[in-house]
């Protein structure tokens, strides 16, 4: 069942540790088939180096284990909340990478300085609020999905592919698991370049109009970065 999905979300996984935004069992990646309205994701706590293709756990959009014998991640209500809320996405990344999860644990948005970021994010990347007392002891994993999607209200999900959930770290995502981990790698890139910059000098946000050059000259219909397919 879904063998194709299920071979792209385990090499996303893997991607992750080959990008370094993971360390030990943290972080995830799921993939999601609109078709079949199936998630397929990685196992909870497992090592890396031990997982297969064969590992990757097959849910319903309610979690309910369709397909593997091995637990899902803890996070999956997160990303099943996502799937729900962004209907364009078809990947979503989970990690504790180091600098998004400072921003995050600083609880501050990560604020677009320069072009570097205006090629990926289309204006700065939000924070969540906090959770509740309520919403953490009562369906905590989708509540975080629930503010994921509340930080981007009234914003295109695949223009800011990206939301830091404060107190807890980065969730990216994309068309596809692929797409997921490229947001990661760049999100993670661009939190550190960040973190330099407020480190020299207070900046000012990049100019709006030098931002729509950046990022419509690598998105939307108009684009004309890289060779035609």
Known sequence: MLEKLKEDVFRANL???RHGLVRMTF????????ASELM??????????EMTADDMVVTDKSGNVIEGTLKPSTDSPTHLA????FPTIGGIVHTHSTYATAWAQAGRPLPCLGTTHADYFHGSVPVTRKLTREEI????EYNTGLV???ALAGRDALSIPAVLVQSHGPFTWGTSPAAAVHNAV???EVAHIAALSVS??????IDRHLLDRHYLRKHGLNAYYGQKD
Do not use: H, T, W
């Open 15 to 17: 991607d992750l540790v």
């Open 27 to 34: 972080g995830n990646v799921s993939g999601f088939d609109r």
């Open 40 to 49: 397929v994701i990685k196992p909870s706590g497992m090592s890396y180096n």
């Open 82 to 85: 996502l799937y729900k809320s």
């Open 137 to 140: 002891e009562n369906d905590y």
């Open 148 to 150: 994921i999607a509340g």
């Open 186 to 188: 760049m999100l993670e």
């Open 200 to 205: 020299i000098a207070p900046p000012a946000e």
